[in-house]
């Protein structure tokens, strides 16, 4: 489980190799002992970065310990492989049909595992998906429905605050500054692509609909730079 557990932190990171060569050992030496929880917890790292990289095994090796983890009543780790299957479908792979569908087929587990910390995060989610279709009342509404579910210290509150701060800066609010500098305090302590990405490119919109283009690219070049050493061509283009 140690060394699951340094391949979710070098998932996170966006180390593939490393991901996928600890989750691999990992899962090995777990099925050696028949420890299934920790089977299901590396083939969940392994999957979610095979996911990122566009390898069709890491859907069917996520589908794998979200069923491994609800016959072994790991409800936690079932939950987090739809949920990670969801997220790096809809960052990583925007153009794949699938991803609105594993979104609410995570959604709707979570809400009947009463697990409210993936809930939040999910309907986060969900709020930035219908910021990209242009469907901002659904976008607002859902945003506001996971900070309903109150403070969180992680990253569940971090993609509502997002789209909040966005709609706030489109619609010339004065609290967007302060709901921006929220989320992107929340990404910088995660030091991770995932919630930097979003946060600069929401900061970078905010500063050019001010009219500050010296912020704009100040607040973006970094994240895009790390974006570019990641392969993560979405981010890229985005903050780009």
Do not use: K
């Not at 930035?128 to 579910?149: P, V, Y």
């Not at 929220?182 to 930097?196: I, K, N, P, S, Y």
């Amino acid at each position: 489980m140690a060394l699951s557990a340094r391949s979710q932190l070098a998932m996170l990171d966006e180390r593939h190799e490393e991901a996928i060569a600890l989750g691999r050992r990992a899962e090995e030496l777990a099925r050696a002992i028949d420890d299934r929880e920790t089977v299901t917890h590396a083939i969940t790292n392994v999957g979610t970065t095979l996911l990122q990289q566009g390898d069709e095994c890491g859907p069917r090796l996520l589908e794998e310990a979200f069923a491994l983890g609800v016959e072994d009543g790991h409800d936690d780790h079932a939950a987090r492989a739809l949920v990670n299957l969801a997220t790096a479908t809809l960052m990583r792979h925007r153009d794949d049909p699938r991803g609105a569908d594993y979104l609410e087929r995570g959604l709707r587990f979570a809400r009947e595992r009463e697990l409210e910390g993936y809930v939040q995060y999910l309907l986060g989610v969900r709020a930035n998906l219908q910021l990209l279709c242009g469907e901002w009342e659904r976008a607002q509404a859902d945003a506001q429905a996971s900070i309903a579910f109150g403070e969180d210290t992680g990253v569940s509150l971090c993609p509502a605050l997002i789209v909040i701060g966005r709609l706030q800066a489109r619609r010339g609010e004065p609290l967007a500054g302060n709901t921006l500098a929220d989320a992107w305090d929340r990404a910088v302590h995660t030091g991770e692509l995932q919630r930097l990405g979003p946060a600069a490119a929401a900061l970078a919109e905010h500063a050019w609909l001010e009219g500050d283009l010296d912020a704009v690219a100040e607040v973006a070049g970094p994240a895009h730079a790390l974006a570019a050493s990641r392969g993560d061509r979405w981010a890229r283009a985005e903050l780009g």
